[in-house]
Nanobody
């Protein structure tokens, strides 16, 4: 099975940028669509962005559209989330997930494998 491993989280001031990475451990991401989700303690998990297997179709939550960009490098078995113009409300643990159907999806239940998450904190 494939195991997503996130990195790149940290503390940033409002208006700043961060880039999250998610690499495949074990098997590759070949054939998998990939998604980013986030969770704030006490709240439900929230969809952020998704990209299909080929990398030519993406979808975003309205709250991040125009600020975040999801991309993937299949040669490196890595997916990225470029986050710009960060806001305090973007503070959360960000999770990378892989779905073996290959298509974009906003639904967490579509995804088969999940990473352990990386903390993003945006200070005001």
């Amino acid at each position: 099975q494939v195991q997503p491993v996130e990195s790149g989280g940290g503390l940033v001031q409002a208006g700043g940028s961060l880039r999250l990475s998610c690499a495949a451990s074990g098997r590759t991401f070949s054939g998998y669509s990939l998604g980013w989700f986030r969770r704030v303690p006490g709240k439900e998990r929230e969809f952020v962005a998704s990209i299909n297997w080929i990398g030519d179709v993406t979808t975003y939550a309205d709250s991040v559209k125009g600020r975040f960009t999801i991309s993937r490098d299949n040669a490196k078995n890595t997916v990225y989330l470029q986050m710009n113009v960060l806001k305090p409300e973007d503070t959360a643990v960000y999770y990378c997930a892989a779905a073996n159907n290959g298509d974009v999806s906003r639904l967490g239940r579509t995804y088969n494998y999940w990473g352990q998450g990386t903390q993003v904190t945006v200070s005001s």
